[in-house]
């Protein structure tokens, strides 16, 4: 068995430390170019560079994705993109256009580079042309099974990485490499810009019909034909780390605070618990299933994991996420006086109760005793987002806990 990472991504500062507190071995972010999620809230210059400094601070690494598919106009703009990371010092590169690997290679040689899964990773000549010009890692096209990465693994020299995502959202065009954003709405998938188009709720229109909308499955709500289930392979860590993977990715470079907690803490106990222990893991199943419920998410599948998915991965009657909890905050500092200090995210008051989520498994259950804003006024609600606070919740908190309300 390799040594297994566990790989988190990080929508801003904020999510980062989160992520490196809860148990990631290393996170992915973006940049405020040229990477494949210009709507996430991504990195300024300073803030990734104190985001890489608090990652190597607490042993943990940081990868920058630089995995646009270029065009001519992009191209001046990331090699001076490139020259800035140079100096910022990431950890790997994220990366899918042969372009912009050369470029790369030339300008920051020192860093790592990391094939994107949007290069269509498929077959181990792939992954031994890109070892021959210098790549690290490569990260594996979504439709893989695990018999074909094992059997990647045993064609490829020992010090090459695989990478492969084992939660998140899954896209319905192969690799990720979508035409439809592009088409429907004019944003470019491929270029960072995409607006999801696969989620949407299709009808058939006939020619001489127009204006007349049947839908595509007999359903009133009409049918969403490409809304696919979220990966999740928290109940398959035996399979797994057997396979010959390096690093297990987490989907969702646009998620918040609560989701990225969750999945890494969960995660990361799944991965440990077998490594001390494959007994040890499947005694706490219950608790994996239960925890990776708690964000967030489209029902579950395992992808193309063991096979051909069939009709039972789609979601047909709605686009819309499970959602058990509501994200409050975190602890950025708890004071002498045991209060705890938040910078509010969605509204919570007075006499509520709310759980306090810690990276070391626990959920304690709390009630808030008191509120009191900026100026020290005792207030009964917190109603405005981005408000910061001070919250007297009456039992142990810590810097960098969560705090959330279960929805009824």
Known sequence: MRNVELLVPASSLEVLRIAVIFGADAVYIGGEAFGLRAKAKNFSHDDMKAGIAFAHEHGAKVYVTVNILAHNADLEGVREYLYELKELKPDALIIADPGIFTYAREICPEIECHISTQANNTNYETYLFW?????????????????????????????????TFVHGAMCISYSGRCLLSSYLAGRDANRGACTHPCRWKYSVVEEKRPGEYMPVFENERGTFIFNSKDLCMIGHMDDILNSGIDSLKIEGRMKNALYVATVARTYRKAIDDYLESPEKYQANMEWYMDQISNCTYRQFTTGFFYGKPDEDAQIYDSNTYVKEYTYLGYAEEVDGNGLVHITQRNKFTVGESIEIMKPDGRNLTAAVRAI???????????????QKLAVDLGVEVEEYDLLRRAEP
């Open 131 to 163: 070892h021959r010009l210098g790549a690290k890692r490569v990260v594996t096209a979504r439709e893989l099974s695990l018999k074909e990465i094992r059997e990647i693994r045993e064609h490829i020299p020992e010090d090459m990485e695989i990478e």
């Open 372 to 386: 009191y804003d900026e100026e020290g006024n005792s207030v009964e609600s917190a109603p405005h987002p981005q």
